[in-house]
């Protein structure tokens, strides 16, 4: 019901723009977060949208070079990343759950285990930022 996609391999300072094509309803009902997870490490949040009122959060990490946008009536949300870093190598993925579910943006990315929290999850899509 999420399909992710916009991954690539790009040089560091570059960009990339990926998108998560979802299929549930109603969509404006449900919270999407992308989630990356790099080699030997766990899967963390880095940008969370609510469809509803197209509220934004960002990680630390992300915070100043990721966007995170969404089309409701197409029911898709991008995610933008600039100034791209080798430490974002990574899979990404994009994951939703209803927003009513959710706690604020700002406890979501400090609670542990987050993604179980998430019903939906897109394949994944690999960046690669070369050095």
């Known amino acids: 019901q999420l399909q992710a996609s916009g991954g690539g391999v790009v040089p560091a300072g570059g960009s990339l723009r990926l998108s998560c094509v979802a299929s549930?309803?109603?969509?404006?009902?449900?919270?999407i977060v992308w989630f990356r997870q790099a080699p030997g490490k766990e899967r963390e949040g880095v940008a969370y949208?609510?469809?509803?009122?197209?509220?934004?959060y960002y990680s630390d990490a992300a915070k100043g070079r990721f966007t995170v946008s969404g089309d409701n009536a197409e029911a898709t949300v991008y995610l933008q990343m600039n100034s791209l870093k080798p430490e974002d190598t990574a899979i990404y993925y994009c994951?939703?759950?209803?927003?009513?579910?959710?706690?604020?943006?700002?406890?979501?990315?400090?609670?542990?285990?987050?993604?179980?929290?998430?019903?939906?999850w897109g394949q994944g899509t690999l960046v690669t930022v070369s050095s």
């Open positions: 994951a939703a759950a209803e927003s009513i579910s959710l706690p604020t943006p700002r406890l979501l990315f400090k609670i542990p285990n987050v993604p179980r929290r998430f019903k939906y």
């Open positions: 949208i609510k469809n509803g009122d197209h509220s934004t």
């Open positions: 549930i309803f109603p969509f404006d009902h449900h919270t």
